[in-house]
């Protein structure tokens, strides 16, 4: 890959051991002067970097972490402890749920196993995980059928939009389909993003992209590519420290790209170990879909209130569905990141997209 911005990031890894700066001045230029550091401090060891991907991520990373910063210092003291972008609601609909895998990491537990089988049962399923898993800002079209189990599980009625002639009305993020209507969906909105059952009580969910199916999948592959590259060089972190299974999911692309991006901007302020990655989509690849949930332990509470407060301010594209604090069953105090689907293609090559 080649950017201008690609040579200037891969020391923000090697600076882990660095210290952020814990008390944030009051005066309104700060935040030039913060511009002016990292200026100053990426002309004098930009250009020794030899991992291109690496320091592509981290320069990425590194901007997040600016961003965050700035954010604070103009918000007040009581900023950080604010509740998360997804507001309570939502994050006290998520906060039960398992940390990885599993039905309830899919919003489908609220569906109930009993009917699971039967088409209503698929419904409630593909509803539930509609309702949890992607983002409140999406517009969604859907058939009445489908559209009134969305808003039985609190899709609010704004943002349902009824399906016409064509699969996707102008406007619409996000389609919810039954059976008779994939094919015409999957050509007007390539991205599977779940799919749930099998012959004619299939639901897919699929997300618009740009440039129509030839296009997207051009761009998936790409995007595949940059994070498999990224998560291999997120590894060489020393702030970073993964089990076997989460290092094998970095190496094959099969974690989000916001995901690696946080992890590389909290990298490079402590240490954190991958406890698992979790939210895999339904019926997709994870290469594909990747893992939109992370759960990380950190050296202390104090690391991980840090953590918390910068990761609360970080602007579009990286500001998570839910982020909270929790305690690991060994006692370790942790930090859980969840983003919304769908999320967006070319992130760590400067062309975001979705």
């Known amino acids: 890959m080649q950017m201008a911005g690609s040579s200037r990031t891969k020391e923000a890894v090697r600076s882990a051991d660095q210290e952020t700066p814990t008390t944030l001045p009051r005066d309104p230029s700060w935040g030039r002067v913060l511009a002016t550091t990292i200026s100053l401090w990426t002309a004098r060891r930009v250009p020794r970097l030899r991992r291109p991907r690496l320091a592509l991520l981290l320069a990425l990373g590194m901007l997040a972490t600016a961003a965050a910063v700035v954010t604070v210092v103009q918000l007040t003291a009581t900023s950080a402890r604010a509740p998360s972008p997804a507001g309570p609601h939502r994050a006290a609909a998520r906060a039960d749920r398992p940390p990885a895998g599993g039905p309830g990491a899919n919003g489908q537990a609220a569906a109930g196993q009993a009917a699971a089988g039967t088409a209503a049962g698929i419904r409630a399923q593909a509803a539930a995980w ?4 992607v983002g409140s800002d999406q517009s969604i079209a859907c058939d009445p059928v489908l559209c009134t189990a969305l808003g039985a599980h609190g899709v609010a009625a704004g943002r349902l939009m009824p399906l016409g002639p064509t699969a996707g009305p102008p406007g ?23 799919s749930f ?27 595949l590519a940059a ?17 076997a ?15 690696l991006i946080m992890l590389a901007m909290l990298a490079s302020q402590h240490s954190w170990r991958v406890a698992a990655f979790g939210d895999a989509s339904p019926g997709v690849p994870l290469t594909d879909a990747p893992f939109r949930q ?23 594209p990286y500001v998570p ?32 997209s979705g």
């Open 130 to 133: 509609v309702a949890a898993q």
């Open 172 to 194: 619409a993020n996000v389609i919810v389909t039954s059976a008779a209507e994939h094919a015409q969906a999957s050509r007007e909105a390539p991205t599977l993003l779940a």
């Open 197 to 223: 059952g099998t012959g004619t009580s299939q639901i897919e969910v699929r997300a618009a992209a740009p440039g129509g199916a030839a296009a997207y999948a051009k761009v998936l592959a790409a995007d």
């Open 227 to 243: 994070r498999r590259s990224g998560g291999a060089q997120l590894l060489h972190s020393r702030g970073i420290q993964a089990s």
């Open 245 to 259: 299974q989460a290092a094998g999911q970095l190496k094959a692309g099969q974690v989000d790209s916001r995901l």
């Open 294 to 316: 992370v759960i990380i332990a950190g050296t202390d509470d104090k690391a991980v209130a840090t953590a918390l407060g910068l990761v609360r301010a970080q602007r579009a």
């Open 321 to 352: 569905s839910q982020v909270t604090s929790v305690r690991l069953p060994g006692g370790e105090p942790g930090l859980r990141i969840d983003f919304a689907a769908p999320g967006p293609l070319g992130l760590l090559a400067g062309t975001a």
